[in-house]
């Protein structure tokens, strides 16, 4: 499927719709990870898609709560500057 599809899938869902989405992404990314190698190499690259594949899931909660677009520009600022 091209992007163009996916922007008017995602265009459609409801916020329900989205998080759910969002959640079952994060869930599935902890489950990829559970299935990789216990070494050294695979720990490093299972860091990185835990935090990668989970973040998107937090943006999105980030982006509901804020009351604004400069709300939600300062709460991620906030942050990327507290890791």
Do not use: H
């Not at 994060?26 to 489950?31: K, Q």
């Not at 990789?36 to 899931?57: F, H, K, W, Y």
């Amino acid at each position: 499927m091209n992007v163009v599809n996916w922007k008017l899938i995602i265009a459609k869902m409801t916020p329900d719709e989205l998080k759910t989405r969002c959640k079952q992404f994060s869930l599935r990314v902890m489950r990829l990870v559970r299935s990789l190698p216990e070494d050294r190499v695979s720990r490093t690259i299972a860091n990185q898609l835990v935090r990668s594949g989970t973040s998107v899931a937090a943006n999105y909660r980030a982006a509901c709560l804020a009351k604004s677009p400069a709300d939600f520009a300062s709460i991620k600022t906030v942050r990327q500057n507290n890791r």
